[in-house]
């Protein structure tokens, strides 16, 4: 816990930036002269400053407004020597996350499209699919803005940062839906599936709000800067308990629903290698869609190049699910075939003259009888 003592505003006449806290406190500094720090260990990049001796610093320009915080004489000769310079280390990491969230969103965005046009491809586990590729593209296109605005817009700064942290705990929310609703499916344990989707609504959306919500009155009350981490480290729990139940959670449905398959496929099948491959095949496809690869991050690995991984499994996470679970799916992939093989029908129909009116008639009343309601339709088998 940091707690800032500011002095009283100087009262010689001369010009001073004002005292203000962000990741570290600030106090009030002569116009045109320069203030010096601790190097914070809560800084986003903390993982960098490992000079003992090294230091923040932060100009106070002439005209009483700060310039931004200055973090490289945190950094110790030999760190330099070893690593590349963090002029290079810290572009490199944010490019990864740019780039994973971009390509999730449109690889996202282009699935929804897909389940919407598809309508016989609709059932619960679509609604949660789909609710889950929501929050992906709601966190990717926030942390995006955050990443790309200047840093001069603090309110509007803020209030990203707020919304990137919802969305991020709505992302692990609906990752949990998922585990939820595909355990007491196999299961069996709802007769009724529309309780359970009102569950994992509210265990989607409404819970995070809650614990968000919290937090930032916290903040608030506490003066500090949203984008970075809070004076008082123990208000981060109000996020980091519901993550770690989420998680918790899907290792236990995990190891349920691998329980539960293994059953069924001993029933099945009494080859061995095909029954493990169809446990292994199951288990590679829930661990992104459960966000389990995640728990690699609880691991403190003082590298950069560990970065680089947490910021690959982090951004492209959103990618990784769209193809599993939208384009590499069997029914998606029939039901387009089905759609191109129809519409090549209607091209050949048009091309001998036949009647454009009739065809379209046929076409739909065809599409119709093949669709099932939502009601009938049951998900993919996994395995």
């Not at 030999?78 to 310079?85: A, L, M, Q, T, V």
């Not at 008639?361 to 395995?383: C, D, I, V, Y």
């Given at each position: 816990?940091?707690?800032?003592?500011?002095?009283?505003?100087?009262?010689?006449?001369?010009?001073?930036?004002?005292?203000?806290?962000?990741?570290?406190?600030?106090?009030?500094?002569?116009?045109?002269?320069?203030?010096?720090?601790?190097?914070?260990?809560?800084?986003?990049?903390?993982?960098?400053f490992?000079?003992?001796?090294?230091?923040?610093?932060?100009?106070?320009?002439?005209?009483g407004?700060?310039?931004?915080?200055?973090?490289?004489?945190?950094?110790?000769?030999?760190?330099?020597?070893?690593?590349?310079?963090?002029?290079?280390?810290v572009?490199?990491?944010?490019?990864?996350?740019?780039?994973?969230?971009?390509?999730?969103?449109?690889?996202?965005?282009?699935?929804?499209?897909?389940?919407g046009?598809?309508?016989?491809l609709?059932?619960?586990?679509?609604?949660?699919?789909?609710?889950l590729?929501?929050?992906?593209?709601?966190?990717?296109?926030?942390w995006?803005?955050?990443?790309?605005?200047?840093?001069?817009?603090?309110?509007?700064?803020n209030?990203?940062?707020?919304?990137?942290?919802?969305?991020?705990?709505?992302?692990?929310?609906?990752?949990l839906?998922?585990?939820?609703?595909?355990?007491?499916?196999?299961?069996?344990?709802?007769?009724?599936?529309?309780?359970?989707?009102?569950v994992?609504c509210?265990?989607?959306?409404v819970?995070p709000?809650?614990?968000?919500?919290?937090?930032?009155?916290?903040?608030?009350?506490?003066?500090?800067?949203?984008?970075?981490l809070?004076?008082?480290?123990?208000?981060?729990?109000i996020i980091?308990?519901?993550?770690i139940l989420?998680?918790?959670?899907?290792?236990?449905?995990?190891?349920?629903?691998?329980?539960?398959?293994?059953?069924?496929?001993?029933?099945?099948?009494?080859?061995?290698?095909?029954?493990?491959?169809?446990i292994?095949?199951a288990?590679?496809?829930?661990?992104?869609?459960?966000?389990?690869?995640?728990?690699?991050?609880?691991?403190?690995i003082?590298?950069?190049?560990?970065?680089?991984?947490?910021a690959?499994?982090?951004?492209?996470?959103?990618?990784?699910?769209?193809?599993?679970?939208?384009?590499?799916?069997?029914e998606?992939?029939?039901?387009?075939?089905?759609?191109?093989?129809?519409?090549?029908?209607?091209?050949?129909?048009?091309s001998?003259?036949?009647?454009?009116?009739?065809?379209l008639?046929?076409?739909?009343?065809?599409?119709?009888?093949?669709?099932?309601?939502?009601?009938?339709?049951?998900?993919?088998?996994?395995?």
């Amino acid at each position: 816990m940091e707690e800032c003592n500011f002095l009283p505003y100087p009262t010689d006449g001369e010009l001073y930036c004002n005292a203000t806290f962000d990741v570290q406190c600030w106090n009030f500094t002569l116009a045109g002269t320069t203030a010096r720090g601790a190097c914070p260990e809560n800084h986003e990049f903390s993982i960098f400053f490992n000079d003992p001796e090294g230091y923040s610093n932060r100009k106070c320009e002439t005209n009483g407004q700060w310039h931004k915080p200055n973090y490289t004489t945190c950094l110790s000769p030999d760190s330099i020597k070893g690593y590349p310079s963090v002029s290079t280390q810290v572009p490199i990491i944010t490019y990864i996350y740019i780039s994973g969230y971009a390509l999730s969103i449109l690889l996202l965005v282009i699935a929804l499209i897909i389940f919407g046009i598809f309508r016989q491809l609709w059932c619960k586990r679509v609604f949660i699919h789909s609710n889950l590729f929501s929050a992906y593209i709601l966190n990717g296109f926030v942390w995006i803005a955050v990443f790309k605005i200047p840093t001069d817009y603090t309110c509007l700064l803020n209030a990203l940062a707020f919304l990137g942290l919802y969305t991020l705990t709505c992302c692990y929310g609906w990752m949990l839906a998922e585990g939820t609703f595909l355990h007491f499916c196999l299961a069996n344990a709802f007769s009724n599936k529309k309780t359970l989707v009102i569950v994992c609504c509210i265990v989607g959306w409404v819970c995070p709000a809650i614990s968000t919500g919290t937090y930032a009155v916290l903040m608030e009350e506490e003066g500090s800067n949203f984008k970075y981490l809070p004076k008082n480290m123990d208000y981060l729990w109000i996020i980091y308990v519901p993550i770690i139940l989420s998680q918790l959670l899907n290792i236990i449905f995990l190891i349920n629903i691998i329980r539960i398959l293994r059953s069924q496929v001993q029933r099945e099948d009494n080859r061995n290698l095909l029954r493990y491959r169809k446990i292994v095949r199951a288990i590679l496809i829930l661990i992104p869609l459960l966000g389990l690869q995640n728990l690699t991050k609880a691991v403190k690995i003082d590298s950069v190049y560990f970065r680089y991984f947490a910021a690959v499994i982090s951004s492209y996470q959103g990618a990784v699910v769209a193809v599993l679970f939208c384009f590499l799916n069997r029914e998606v992939l029939s039901a387009m075939n089905k759609r191109i093989t129809t519409w090549r029908r209607l091209s050949a129909s048009l091309s001998r003259g036949s009647d454009r009116v009739s065809i379209l008639f046929n076409m739909r009343r065809s599409s119709s009888n093949q669709n099932p309601s939502a009601e009938k339709l049951e998900p993919e088998p996994l395995l």
